[in-house]
Structures are given as C-alpha cells and as structure tokens.
C-alpha cells in the first residue's frame, strides 16, 4: 500500500508545482485561487505588467472580476514561467499546472486536413482559418441557392468583409426571424466552429428533421460566422508566439496608445463603460474610445436596427465555461420577463445534461458571472429583441480555449439543444398569441341587426 501511495504520489509531482523547481521549457496554463485582497493584488500587478511576465488572464478575461476563493486560469510564457510562479509562492498564491502540452494542442488545433470536402461531416470536426471560412461561405451559398442568401454587412479594421448568411425555409412575408452571431473574441475557436456546423446542420437536414424544418419555416434565420475577422486571423499565427493564440480584442489601433484592439463586447452602447469594462487601451476589456467605435460593432449595430421589426431571437455564441445567460450584464437588475427567460435556458440546461451529462450554469449574466458593460445581448435586448442569450460552449477550464478537434461535434450538439429549445418554445409562444389574438378579434365582431320591415 505504501509503495502504491507513494508512485501515485510521484504520479502527479508534475501537477503540484510550486515555484522554485526545475525552469519551466513549456507555455502552460495554470489555476490559481486567491484568499485576500492582497493577493488579488499581486495578479493586477502581474495583468499591469504583462508584457513583461508574457501572461494572459483567460478566466476571467480581467483582473477586474477576480474574487477571492474564485478559481482564475493564467496563461503564463514558458520564458517567464518560474519568474511569475515564484512571485506567486512569496505571496502564498497556490497554484496547479492545467496544461503543460498548449504548444500541442495548438498543433492539434490548427493542423489542416488537406482534401476535406465540404459535404464531409468531417469538414465540420476540424478548425479551419478564416481564409477557408470565406471559402465554405461562398461555396455554401452556391450549393444551397434557394435556402442562401449572402450579405455583406460591413468590412473589419483591416478591411476584411462581414458575411451574413440568411437560411430561409418556406418562403413567406412577415417571417421573424434568429439572428447567431460567432467569434466575436478571436481565441474562442469553438465558436466559428458552432456556427459552420450549425449553418451545415440546418441546411442539410431541412424537410428531414422535424425541429429544423418547424424552424426554417416559420423563422429566417441570420448567421454572421466570425464578427471578429482580424482578432481570428491573428490567433492563428502562432509562430514564433503561440501567446498570439490567447488574443481577444479586435485588431484596431488607438491614436493615443501604442496598444492594439478594442473587446468588440464590450463597445455596444448597451450602459457602455461603466464598471466591469475598461477605458485603458491595453487592457483585454477596453471598451473603446466610444460606443460603436468599431467598424465590427457598427456593422452588427446598423444590421440589426435596419431588422428591427423581424428579429425576435439573439444568439451570441462564445466559450468557455458552459453558461446559458440572459440581460442584464450591465447590471443586477432584472429585465421584465426575467423569469420567462430562466425558465428557458433551465429547460436548455435540463436537456443537455440529459444529453452529455455535462452541467451547464444558467441565470442573468451580472448575476451569474460579473458586470460586463457594452454586450451585444443587453444592446439587443434593448432594442427590443427580448429574447437575448449569450450561450458560453465547452468547457469549463480543462481545456479551455485550447478545446481539441475531438470534443467540437459534443459542443456543437449541446449548442444545438439552446438553439433550438428557445427557438421552438418562441415559435409556439408566437403561434399562441396570435391564435388569441385572432379569437379575441372575432369574439368583437357583432351578429348583425335583422331589420324589421
């Protein structure tokens, strides 16, 4: 028993770091946990002087939301690795190593598979480069002619175009509609990828699987797979930096700061600034100079203004942590049909931990996670599309950003569940409300008056 214990021991010496052992040859991710404000201290000074340390804060995006006893993931350079786990022990930080292997799983993440028709199911279980998403749109909108519809929207800040997908069904006039909107922090690769296997899914399984045919008829539906063209593009160009991989913000550049990118999520004009974004240009939730400073964000913006009337469903779709949240993250207060809202994502919840087991946390967004000013989902919510979700995807910090190849088909599956519970519990609240609509308008119309003669 004790040779036992002692091998399980040596087992996982590789996991119980503390700094001071042998210099650190790896990028690695690291959970820390903090007891004081002091400590959370010692984290911003590290956040303030990231250039220096080579680190990245990945959970939470800000020093800002750290909480004591709260879990935050680091990504942390192998060059600075023990500099910043020393400074860690000499202020009783504990820490465990997540990954050690990022520099594989980037491989793993961004190795091409050459030869992949876009028919294949296999097309959709791989990442692919924005170069390639422009191409599967393209060849998308050619094999599927009268169910595509490609808009362009807008162009980044780097003048890559904005390419809005509309799935249409059965043809008809005053259709409301779902807008679903991916990538809008650059590192949150799952994203696009839910959004190409959503388009596929939907558009090869219409008039053969009962949820998406009951949706396309009665819903056009507005897929924009990548709001963040240029932050994506720069994740991928992981060498000789893989730290590129972690970036968030868009690419634009700040007149007064030699610091880059703008969090396009935090530059709506949704209570735009307030606590929980940043007005500092270098950091990750800076939230611009203004309210729709962002070509991205101005696209988004004017797109769903000019839909006003058809919108009824938003969907943003990000990772990681597995959250289905709601308005408001602006503040603690809640919208009027908060609680049509939670009933919603609860039943999303439900099902996908009937489906993979996996639990996923549901609630308004500043009460379930933190403040976070300037989203798109509050902005949309309060423009009048009252049902607005941000869906946070796989998983909740084993992987994180660096999710594999192998775990994109069960996180899209698990997206499909959110997407299409609101979308079919939205269509039969629509349908209920016009059918008593349309009896409590006959019920007013009187018997006409027989004249006597």
Known sequence: MKVLLVLLFLMNLDNLVTPGDCASTHDEILSLTTATQEQV?????IDDNKEQYKTVFLQPASTQYIKTEAAVHLFVSAGSSDTVKDLLQKNNIPHLVLLNNTKELIELQTETVSGISRDSSSYYDVYHPIEEIYEWINQTAQAFPNMVETILIGTSFEKRPLYVMKLSGEKRAEKKAIWMDCGIHAREWISPAFCLWFVNHFLTNYKEDQNVTQILDNMDIYVLPVVNPDGYKYTWNTTPFLLNRMWRKNRSHSNNSSCIGVDLNRNFDASWCTKGASNHSCSDTYCGPSPESEPETQAVANFLRSH?????????????SQMLLFPYSYTVDKV??????????????????????NTYTYGSGAKTIYLAPGGS???????????????ELQDRGRYGFLLPPSHISQACNEALIAVNTIALRVIEKTQDGQQKSNQSAQSEIKSPRVLGL
């Open 41 to 45: 201290a010692i984290l911003k000074h």
């Open 308 to 320: 006003n009337d058809s919108v009824q469903i938003y969907y943003a779709i990000h990772s990681y």
């Open 336 to 357: 009027p049909n908060h609680d049509e809202l939670n009933e919603l994502v609860k039943e999303v919840a439900e099902k996908i931990k009937a489906y993979s087991q």
């Open 377 to 391: 989902d509050d902005w949309a919510y309060d423009q009048g599309i009252k049902y607005s979700f941000t869906f």
